[in-house]
Each structure stands twice: as structure tokens, then as C-alpha cells.
């Protein structure tokens, strides 16, 4: 069976310093990740998947099959972007059911 | 926010009663998923379905139902025997494995 791990519950960073949200995974194969964002009052919503390697709202995250980890950056953090963040996987074995991670709360500092 | 809607935004639950919880979309998306979320324990999977008349249990089925008598319509049910319900519900709808949207959730309390 597929799991995420989300080690850090909490993250609290300053206006302006980079931030990294760590995700970890087991899974047999190749692996379909996201991170989900959830605002203060606002409905839980796609940040951002691997296979689009795209960069959202300054957000990156590198898929590494060495390390099965898929972590989330961001080089200068702003205060918009204090939320909760999820990391998820998608089973394609499964119905591409997704798997969550506890989630990480971000806060950002001015 | 259109597209997803779940109501009520909060619901009181009296011991030994069943409650539902409403689902709708308007994407035209076939597949409709409920989710569990506590804190600390991220969202965990409790019905989906991937077509009209048909849904499958996810991880936290026991004591819940649910029915996909339209494909807009996916309403759980939290019954009697579900002996810890306090928690806020989230509906979600996806029309391909890469995204799935979410509803604004609902937060069920027990009385």
C-alpha cells in the first residue's frame, strides 16, 4: 500500500526566507504526486503536480525516485502564503485514488 | 465559488441518529469522492464513486453510506453505528486522475 509522510506539522518561516515542505513516499512504481494548498477560508485546492514541473505562485517541487520524496519550495516566502499544505499520491492501480499526508502548516512571518 | 457545493455548513448529530450530508456539481464530473479530515491526520478516504449507480468504500467506510443516483448528486450518510463523527467532511469531484476539486466542506458535531 501506498503512504505519504508529511514530517513537520507545523512550519514557521520569516517574510522573505525560502521555505521547504517535506514530503516522503512508499510506493511500488512510478509514482503520481501533488501538493493540495488549503488557505485560511478557502476551499482545499491543487497547488501544483509533478508531471506538470511547473512553478506555482513561486512554488516548486522536484520529484526524487532515489530518495522517494517530492518537497515543496520556494525561495522567498510571502505572507500569502501561510496555509496548510497537503502532499498527495495518486494509486493508478487504484482507481488513482489519492493518499494524503497529515498535512504541514505553513506560517509565515512578517 | 461555483461548482462544488456541500450543505449543510454545519450539522449536529444526536446519539443514535443518521444524518446526511449533501454533495452537488456542476463540472459534469464523473467520479465524486468524501473525505475525513482530522487534525493531524490529513484527509482520509471514505466512499467514492467513479460512475452514476456505482461507488466503491474507501479506507474509513465503516459507519457511513452513501448513494450516486445522479451523476451530480453524491450524498454520504453518517449513521448510528459511525462512533466517532465528529470531524468536517469534505466532498470532492474529479473528471481525470490529475485533479480533484473540493467543496467547502461540512463540520459535524455531536450533541
Known amino acids: 500500500a501506498q503512504r505519504v509522510t508529511q514530517p513537520e506539522k507545523l512550519l514557521s518561516v520569516f517574510k522573505g526566507a525560502p521555505v521547504e515542505l517535506k514530503c516522503n513516499y512508499s510506493?511500488?512504481?512510478?509514482?503520481?504526486l501533488f501538493w493540495y494548498v488549503q488557505y485560511s477560508r478557502q476551499r482545499l485546492q491543487l497547488l501544483l503536480r509533478?508531471?506538470s514541473r511547473e512553478s506555482i505562485k513561486g512554488f516548486t517541487a522536484d520529484l526524487n525516485k532515489g530518495e522517494t520524496s517530492f518537497h515543496l519550495k520556494k525561495p522567498f516566502a510571502q505572507e500569502e502564503d501561510s496555509a496548510m499544505y497537503y502532499c498527495a499520491l495518486s494509486d493508478w492501480r487504484n482507481d488513482y485514488k489519492l493518499s494524503f499526508g497529515a498535512g504541514t502548516t505553513v506560517t509565515v512571518r512578517a | 465559488d461555483g461548482g462544488i457545493t456541500q450543505s449543510p455548513k454545519y450539522l449536529f448529530r444526536k446519539e443514535g441518529q443518521n444524518v446526511t450530508l449533501s454533495c452537488e456539481q456542476n463540472?459534469?464530473?464523473?467520479?465524486m469522492y468524501w473525505y475525513r479530515q482530522d487534525p493531524g491526520q490529513g484527509l482520509r478516504l471514505i466512499y467514492y464513486?467513479?460512475?452514476?449507480?456505482?461507488?466503491q468504500k474507501g479506507d474509513i467506510a465503516e459507519g457511513y453510506s452513501v448513494s450516486r443516483e445522479k451523476k451530480e448528486s453524491f450524498p454520504l450518510t453518517v449513521t448510528s453505528a459511525q462512533k466517532n463523527p465528529t470531524a468536517f467532511y469534505l466532498c470532492a469531484s474529479s473528471d481525470s486522475w490529475e485533479t480533484q476539486y473540493f467543496g467547502p466542506g461540512t463540520r459535524l458535531l455531536v450533541l
Open positions: 510506493y511500488s512504481g512510478s509514482p503520481e
Open positions: 509533478h508531471i
Open positions: 464513486s467513479q460512475i452514476v449507480n456505482d461507488f
Open positions: 463540472l459534469n464530473h464523473d467520479a
